[in-house]
């Protein structure tokens, strides 16, 4: 999926192409240490999008609202340790809402 002439593609590349070929396109998060290579690879994907957050746990609500506005299924990305204890608050809600969000922790 990767533009021809394209340097050699990554396994965070593998990984955001097979999210978007399964309908999950839209990223929330905020980039940061061992998470980088996959933020680089859904800002240079032709289909990719990134919504980028100011805390963790509000890119969890931002993305419910998108699932609720759309029915399409969002991603929030976060980095390790503090990201993703940030992450959790918004991850429960959408659990106890029923609202599907995948967590990507670096």
Partial sequence: MRAVGA?????????????????????????????????DAILTHPWARLIESRHETGACFAAMGYHRATGRIPAVVTTAGPG???AVTGIVAASLERVPVLLICG
């Fill in 7 to 39: 340097e050699d593609p990554t396994a965070a590349d593998g990984v955001i192409d097979l999210l978007v070929s399964l309908g999950i396109d839209t990223f929330f998060g905020i980039p940061g240490g061992p998470i980088i290579p996959l933020f």
């Fill in 84 to 86: 993703a204890t940030n």
